[in-house]
């Protein structure tokens, strides 16, 4: 996987307490993978526009642990890599799941469970950029 999150400050009351979620024994996700969900409360990487955000992996899931949970970030501060076909996303502005590991601007279309955040930094129109993300919003 590429694009992986970069943690910039990890935000709570005991600040990064990770979220514990099913994941399946055989999926490989790598620390910083942008996470949709699924029932039963299943997390796996994004791959699509308007995947319902969970979070962001806290810890590499390999398929050679046999392990069917990890931790999953829900609060904090990253940097996150906007897509090339995004419009402008201005600090202060939403954003969504725009396709595997990326993001871009919350457009009408877009669905709200789909939403990440909010930017706090400014990308410009049509280049892939990394901008720092508050999870949730304010």
Do not use: C, Q, W
């Not at 514990?20 to 942008?34: D, E, H, N, S």
């Not at 979070?55 to 999953?72: C, F, L, P, R, Y």
């Not at 590991?101 to 877009?110: G, L, P, W």
């Amino acid at each position: 996987m590429a694009n992986e999150a970069v943690i910039i400050e990890l935000l709570g009351k005991v600040p990064g307490t990770p979220v514990r979620y099913t994941v399946g024994a055989a999926t490989a996700i790598p620390k910083g993978t942008l996470l949709k969900i699924s029932d039963p409360r299943t997390v796996e990487a994004t791959s699509a526009d308007n995947d319902a955000f969970a979070g962001i992996a806290a810890e590499e899931h390999d398929t050679t642990s046999g392990s069917t949970s990890m931790s999953v970030y829900t609060s904090g501060i990253f940097d996150l890599l906007t897509t090339d076909a995004a419009a402008n996303v201005a600090a202060g502005e939403r954003v969504s799941i725009a396709d595997a590991n990326t993001i871009s601007k919350v457009e009408a279309a877009d669905l709200l469970f789909s939403d990440v955040g909010v930017a706090l930094e400014t990308a410009p129109n049509n280049v892939a950029t990394v901008i720092a993300v508050k999870l949730g919003g304010f």
